[in-house]
Protein backbone atom coordinates (compact mmCIF):
# COMPACT_ATOMS: atom_id res chain seq x y z
CA UNK A 1 0.00 0.00 0.00
CA UNK A 2 1.65 3.26 -0.65
CA UNK A 3 1.89 6.30 1.45
CA UNK A 4 0.85 9.60 0.89
CA UNK A 5 3.49 12.18 0.82
CA UNK A 6 1.79 13.84 3.59
CA UNK A 7 1.60 11.05 6.25
CA UNK A 8 4.69 9.39 5.02
CA UNK A 9 6.46 8.19 8.40
CA UNK A 10 10.07 9.21 6.68
CA UNK A 11 8.84 13.06 6.32
CA UNK A 12 8.36 13.70 10.20
CA UNK A 13 7.96 17.17 11.06
CA UNK A 14 9.99 18.90 14.46
CA UNK A 15 8.64 18.84 17.81
CA UNK A 16 7.04 21.96 17.45
CA UNK A 17 5.55 21.15 14.14
CA UNK A 18 3.08 18.78 13.17
CA UNK A 19 2.43 17.23 9.57
CA UNK A 20 -0.95 16.95 8.08
CA UNK A 21 -1.26 13.15 8.62
CA UNK A 22 0.13 14.26 12.60
CA UNK A 23 -2.43 17.01 13.14
CA UNK A 24 -5.52 15.09 11.78
CA UNK A 25 -4.59 11.62 13.27
CA UNK A 26 -4.70 13.42 17.01
CA UNK A 27 -8.45 13.86 16.12
CA UNK A 28 -9.03 10.91 14.21
CA UNK A 29 -9.79 12.55 10.80
CA UNK A 30 -8.43 11.74 7.43
CA UNK A 31 -6.27 14.32 5.95
CA UNK A 32 -8.45 15.15 3.40
CA UNK A 33 -10.91 16.72 5.72
CA UNK A 34 -8.04 19.46 6.52
CA UNK A 35 -7.38 19.76 3.13
CA UNK A 36 -11.21 20.80 2.98
CA UNK A 37 -11.10 23.00 5.81
CA UNK A 38 -8.07 24.96 4.34
CA UNK A 39 -9.80 25.05 1.17
CA UNK A 40 -12.98 26.48 2.72
CA UNK A 41 -10.95 29.05 4.77
CA UNK A 42 -10.58 27.25 8.55
CA UNK A 43 -7.50 26.54 8.62
CA UNK A 44 -4.13 27.47 7.15
CA UNK A 45 -0.36 25.56 7.31
CA UNK A 46 1.74 27.40 8.91
CA UNK A 47 4.45 26.67 6.38
CA UNK A 48 5.12 24.51 4.00
CA UNK A 49 8.71 22.74 3.82
CA UNK A 50 9.29 21.06 0.15
CA UNK A 51 5.51 21.62 -0.68
CA UNK A 52 4.75 19.93 2.40
CA UNK A 53 2.04 21.43 4.99
CA UNK A 54 3.62 22.11 8.51
CA UNK A 55 1.33 22.41 11.43
CA UNK A 56 1.95 24.54 14.42
CA UNK A 57 0.71 23.71 17.95
CA UNK A 58 -1.93 26.42 17.75
CA UNK A 59 -3.62 24.50 14.79
CA UNK A 60 -4.33 21.59 17.56
CA UNK A 61 -7.16 24.32 19.63
CA UNK A 62 -8.16 25.61 16.17
CA UNK A 63 -8.98 22.34 15.00
CA UNK A 64 -10.92 21.41 18.62
CA UNK A 65 -12.32 24.51 17.75
CA UNK A 66 -13.64 23.89 14.55
CA UNK A 67 -15.03 19.91 15.94
CA UNK A 68 -16.26 21.32 19.37
CA UNK A 69 -18.31 24.02 17.01
CA UNK A 70 -19.71 21.41 14.71
CA UNK A 71 -20.55 18.88 17.07
CA UNK A 72 -22.80 22.13 18.51
CA UNK A 73 -24.43 22.33 15.10
CA UNK A 74 -22.90 25.03 13.49
CA UNK A 75 -22.18 24.72 9.81
CA UNK A 76 -18.83 25.01 8.17
CA UNK A 77 -19.46 28.86 6.49
CA UNK A 78 -20.79 29.90 10.25
CA UNK A 79 -17.57 28.56 11.87
CA UNK A 80 -15.28 30.65 9.39
CA UNK A 81 -17.94 33.39 10.36
CA UNK A 82 -16.85 33.31 13.85
CA UNK A 83 -13.10 32.66 13.94
CA UNK A 84 -12.84 35.57 11.03
CA UNK A 85 -15.48 37.62 13.25
CA UNK A 86 -13.17 41.23 14.23
CA UNK A 87 -14.26 40.79 18.17
CA UNK A 88 -15.95 39.06 21.24
CA UNK A 89 -18.99 40.90 20.69
CA UNK A 90 -19.05 40.04 17.40
CA UNK A 91 -18.61 36.35 18.05
CA UNK A 92 -21.04 36.96 20.63
CA UNK A 93 -23.71 37.89 17.83
CA UNK A 94 -23.58 35.34 15.98
CA UNK A 95 -23.68 32.67 18.82
CA UNK A 96 -26.86 34.67 19.98
CA UNK A 97 -28.29 34.14 16.37
CA UNK A 98 -26.88 30.30 16.97
CA UNK A 99 -28.80 29.77 19.92
CA UNK A 100 -32.11 31.29 18.70
CA UNK A 101 -31.79 29.25 15.80
CA UNK A 102 -31.47 25.95 18.44
CA UNK A 103 -34.33 27.19 20.34
CA UNK A 104 -36.48 26.90 16.99
CA UNK A 105 -35.49 23.44 16.18
CA UNK A 106 -35.70 22.62 20.26
CA UNK A 107 -39.89 24.06 20.27
CA UNK A 108 -40.19 21.98 16.61
CA UNK A 109 -38.64 18.79 18.40
CA UNK A 110 -40.73 19.24 21.43
CA UNK A 111 -44.35 20.01 19.45
CA UNK A 112 -43.10 16.70 17.29
CA UNK A 113 -42.44 14.68 20.74
CA UNK A 114 -45.49 15.33 22.44
CA UNK A 115 -47.18 14.09 18.65
CA UNK A 116 -45.45 10.67 18.94
CA UNK A 117 -46.39 10.68 22.69
CA UNK A 118 -50.35 11.56 21.99
CA UNK A 119 -49.72 8.64 19.67
CA UNK A 120 -48.32 6.23 22.02
CA UNK A 121 -50.80 7.09 24.73
CA UNK A 122 -53.41 7.85 22.42
CA UNK A 123 -56.79 5.61 23.79
CA UNK A 124 -58.25 4.68 20.16
CA UNK A 125 -57.31 1.18 18.93
CA UNK A 126 -55.43 2.79 15.60
CA UNK A 127 -53.91 6.44 16.11
CA UNK A 128 -54.88 7.57 12.77
CA UNK A 129 -58.27 6.78 13.55
CA UNK A 130 -58.03 9.02 16.64
CA UNK A 131 -60.14 12.39 16.25
CA UNK A 132 -57.31 14.57 17.32
CA UNK A 133 -55.02 12.86 14.58
CA UNK A 134 -57.31 13.20 11.67
CA UNK A 135 -58.06 17.01 12.78
CA UNK A 136 -54.50 17.93 12.79
CA UNK A 137 -54.07 16.24 9.16
CA UNK A 138 -57.02 17.78 8.15
CA UNK A 139 -55.77 21.04 9.15
CA UNK A 140 -52.48 20.40 7.93
CA UNK A 141 -53.72 19.13 4.51
CA UNK A 142 -55.70 22.42 4.60
CA UNK A 143 -52.45 24.65 4.44
CA UNK A 144 -49.96 25.46 2.29
CA UNK A 145 -47.14 23.85 2.22
CA UNK A 146 -44.29 27.08 3.06
CA UNK A 147 -46.57 27.52 6.26
CA UNK A 148 -46.67 23.93 7.63
CA UNK A 149 -42.83 24.02 6.64
CA UNK A 150 -42.18 27.42 8.63
CA UNK A 151 -44.90 26.34 11.33
CA UNK A 152 -47.34 28.82 10.68
CA UNK A 153 -50.32 26.99 9.87
CA UNK A 154 -51.92 25.37 13.05
CA UNK A 155 -50.23 21.88 13.93
CA UNK A 156 -49.99 21.96 17.30
CA UNK A 157 -49.42 18.57 19.12
CA UNK A 158 -52.99 17.08 20.82
CA UNK A 159 -53.78 17.91 24.34
CA UNK A 160 -56.86 15.50 24.97
CA UNK A 161 -56.49 12.09 24.63
CA UNK A 162 -59.62 10.37 22.75
Known sequence: ????????????ATEDEFTIGQLAGRFGLATHVLRHW??????EPAERVNGRRRY??????RVATILL??????RLDEIKAIVDAPDGPARKELLRR????LDRRLARIEASRQIVQ??????????????????????????????AINGTGSGEAPTSHH
Open 1 to 12: MKSSPDTDPAIE
Open 69 to 74: SKEAGF
Open 56 to 61: RPWHIS
Open 98 to 101: HRDE
Open 118 to 147: HGIDCRAEDFTRCPNFVRIVEEMAAIRPSE
Open 38 to 43: EDVGLI
